[in-house]
């Protein structure tokens, strides 16, 4: 009897990535990646994402039930629409306009034929921690916190950690399904501003673009670093990969970024923990692949805030699924759709 095996896809700002997976998480046959053309129009998005799939779909061991879509910005898939997603969309008149209640599961619908759920990729990405990574599918409550372009977030329940009958494991979405928005989470009033407007959240002081400002304008004062050798003076080539590289060397520099960053981060973990009360704060997204070096900082911050009752209890943890985690998320869906 054939394995249940279903197609989990990411789609993000630069590229569309999707594979086959079975229940477990395993692969079930190779992925494959493609340009997502998030600004060149909703049509060809979906063109992307068609190819992806059908790339997958052809390579699956087993033939797939159905689809689960990843997808970063605010998800209704009921409506099986993106309701904003402030990476994609086009340029019109010279202003980008960026995708606000745009159809995607009818169209797609005329490229691919398996059913199709799709969901916020953070929230996706939590969900496939869940069952394929450090929840094991039995934790109590994970949440995660992703670090890359922006900071992101999901919140997943067992049964036993809401009052009421229930089958888990259960995605926190809030009433319009737009949650959960841990990176937007302000933890300094009037602080830096990021893309979604606000001032003081958690991306702006810890999202990609604000690590490489801290980075630039301690070489600007003349910090000694080996980062200047490693994009050849050119400061706006810098990217958290050779500030990892650099903090590995021992970098100076590049050591107090990341403990700075895993302060700001801690802030938030213990906002988190006094909220969810979690067993498990699993960090993933690329930036974390620095550590230790971001997590050390974070575990001593947060422990100096949150309620120490809730803290004890939580582990605050590197995730497990990086790499795949869009791709794993969307698969966890699609199973949970029961298809």
């Not at 086959?20 to 992925?31: M, P, R, V």
């Not at 993933?284 to 803290?311: D, V, Y």
């Amino acid at each position: 009897m054939d394995r249940k095996c279903v197609i989990g896809v990411d789609l993000g700002g630069t590229n569309v990535r999707a594979g086959a997976f079975y229940e477990d998480g395993s692969e079930a046959g190779e992925s494959f990646s493609n340009p997502s053309n998030a600004q060149h129009g909703v049509s060809a998005v979906l063109e992307a994402v068609a190819k992806t799939v059908l790339e997958a779909e052809a390579a699956a061991k087993t033939k797939p039930t159905s689809v689960g879509l990843a997808i970063p910005g605010h998800i209704d898939d009921v409506a099986g629409s993106v309701v904003w997603a402030p990476n994609f969309g086009e340029e019109i008149n010279g202003v980008f306009s960026y995708w606000k209640n745009v159809s995607i599961r009818e169209p797609l619908s005329k490229l691919i034929t398996l059913p199709l759920h799709m969901g916020n990729d953070a929230n996706l990405a939590a969900l496939g921690e869940y069952k394929f990574g450090s929840g094991k599918n039995s934790a109590n409550c994970l949440v995660m916190i992703t670090l890359g372009t922006g900071v992101g977030g999901g919140v997943v329940l067992a049964p036993a950690s809401v009052q009421g009958q229930s089958r888990g494991p259960l995605v926190l979405l809030g009433g319009n399904k737009g949650g959960v928005e841990l990176g937007h989470t302000i933890v300094s009033y009037q602080g830096p501003d990021c893309n979604a407007g606000e001032y003081g959240s958690l991306e702006g002081y810890i999202g990609r673009d604000a690590i490489i400002r801290r980075a630039q304008h301690r070489l600007n004062r003349g910090r000694k670093s080996l980062l200047s050798d490693l994009v050849g003076g050119d400061f706006s080539k810098l990217t958290p990969l050779h500030l990892s590289e650099a903090a590995e060397k021992g970098d100076e520099v590049s050591i107090e970024i990341f403990e700075e960053v895993g302060t700001m981060l801690g802030v938030g973990i213990a906002n988190f923990i006094t909220t969810f009360a979690p067993d498990i704060v699993a960090v993933g997204g690329q930036i974390a692949k620095a550590g230790e070096l971001i997590l050390g900082p974070a575990r001593k911050t947060a422990r100096n805030i949150a309620i120490p009752s809730l803290f004890d209890d939580a582990r605050i943890i590197l995730a497990e699924q990086i790499g795949e985690a869009g791709m794993l998320g969307g698969a966890a869906l699609a199973l949970e759709s029961g298809e």
